[in-house]
């Protein structure tokens, strides 16, 4: 998986925090599709290794390990869902109404969104980001 951005800053330990605009996948011919509404793009803020010794305002080539990505992007959208339907489960088989139901997924859907933002906080302090600057353009 690799993306263009603009380097924004130069963070400590080799790092740097790139600017990437993310554009949706569907081609973005929005006069002939009208679909999404005029959303085209969207702006974010990467954390990335940045062996080519990129500057502030250089326009980079960024990669990402496609399976780590995604295991990333499973663990923040699907495990928080998975969770809040096994919680409603769990609350439906103790048979004390829906509003129960709802509060034990509920209840379970936070923990896996605190798993999530736990697990983003540990892969910074250990270094392990996904992405990597491979090349100034």
Do not use: W
């Amino acid at each position: 998986m690799t993306q263009q951005g603009t380097i924004k800053k130069i963070l400590p330990g080799g790092m740097a925090e790139i600017e990437v605009t993310r554009r949706s996948a569907c081609g973005h011919d929005c006069a002939k599709c009208g679909g999404c509404g005029g959303l085209e793009t969207q702006t974010l803020y990467v954390t990335a290794r940045n062996r080519a010794q990129a500057k502030v305002g250089e326009r980079v080539l960024i990669e990402g390990e496609t399976g780590q990505v995604l295991g990333i992007a499973g663990l923040v959208y699907l495990v928080p869902v998975v969770l809040f339907f096994v919680g409603y489960g769990v609350g439906s088989l103790m048979q004390k109404g829906a509003g129960v139901s709802a509060l034990c997924g509920g209840v379970l859907f936070a923990l896996g969104i605190v798993a999530a933002i736990l697990y983003s906080h540990q892969m910074k302090r250990r270094n392990s980001i996904p992405f990597e600057i491979t090349k100034v353009l």
